[in-house]
């Protein structure tokens, strides 16, 4: 069994400050993680993977995200937020090699920047 | 070649049409999957096809006969459909191994049924 848990549905910035989107996970194996994007009446775009290589995934567009087996967390981070990051965030987690359908996504967080 | 390409973009219909969404990738991907999203909600699993076969399907209503004629091409048939269908129809794939690598989406086609 899995979940994935994205702590804020609404995260508001500043155009040049810090963004943390935070998720946390539940899997009963271990487990591929993923944040995608989605910016308006568009499809996802993969920002970032971790699939039990290094915890520090470094993604698109200056994004990176840190696996915390401990914590059960995979936030999402950059340190300067940009106007055109403002999209749709998606945290999944998957059950690794398999075609069975197992990867099951948050709820989204969406990312206003403010100028 | 590294998209996955969705057509129609827009799809507007009404309930007593038939009509059919494609997908095609060159990426060599195995898996392919129809999601279905609707506003300011995470995509929902549809089907899944795992080398041309039909995998998974998830209790979907038989309006929606989804197809894998190739490795490279997915179609979704839709024939009377409810307004609540209205929704982006997303199309992915995913490496041999699955999930585990990420999927590819399309850009999506927006149906309306009216």
């Known amino acids: 069994a899995q979940s994935v848990t994205q702590l804020d549905s609404h995260v508001s910035v500043s155009e040049g400050t810090p963004v943390l989107l935070r998720c946390n996970y539940s899997?009963?194996?271990?487990?591929?993680l993923f944040w995608y994007v989605q910016h308006p009446n568009k499809g996802l775009q993969l920002l970032l993977k971790y699939t039990s290589a290094a915890t520090l995934v470094k993604g698109i567009n200056g994004f990176e995200a840190e696996f915390k087996k401990s914590e059960t967390s995979f936030h999402l981070t950059k340190p300067s937020a940009h106007m055109s990051d403002a999209a749709e965030y998606f945290c999944?987690?998957?059950?690794?090699?398999?075609?069975?359908?197992?990867?099951?996504f948050g709820d989204g967080t969406t990312l206003t920047v403010k100028p | 070649d590294t998209e996955v390409t969705q057509t129609p973009k827009h799809l507007v219909m009404g309930m007593t049409n038939k009509k059919s969404l494609k997908c095609e990738q060159h990426?060599?991907?195995?898996?392919m999957y129809w999601y279905k999203q609707k506003a300011k909600k995470p995509p929902e699993l549809m089907f899944v096809?795992?080398?041309?076969?039909?995998?998974i399907n998830e209790s979907v209503p038989s309006r929606f006969s989804p197809e894998c004629p190739n490795s490279s091409l997915l179609n979704l048939h839709l024939h009377a459909l409810q307004p609540e269908d209205s929704a982006l129809y997303l199309c992915?794939?995913?490496?041999?191994?699955?999930?585990?690598?990420?999927?590819?989406f399309g850009s999506g086609t927006r149906l309306t049924v009216v």
């Open positions: 899997s009963s194996y271990s487990p591929s």
């Open positions: 992915a794939s995913s490496q041999d191994g699955g999930e585990g690598y990420g999927y590819t």
């Open positions: 990426m060599g991907h195995r898996a």
């Open positions: 999944v987690v998957s059950a690794p090699n398999t075609n069975a359908g197992k990867s099951t």
């Open positions: 096809y795992s080398y041309e076969k039909l995998s």
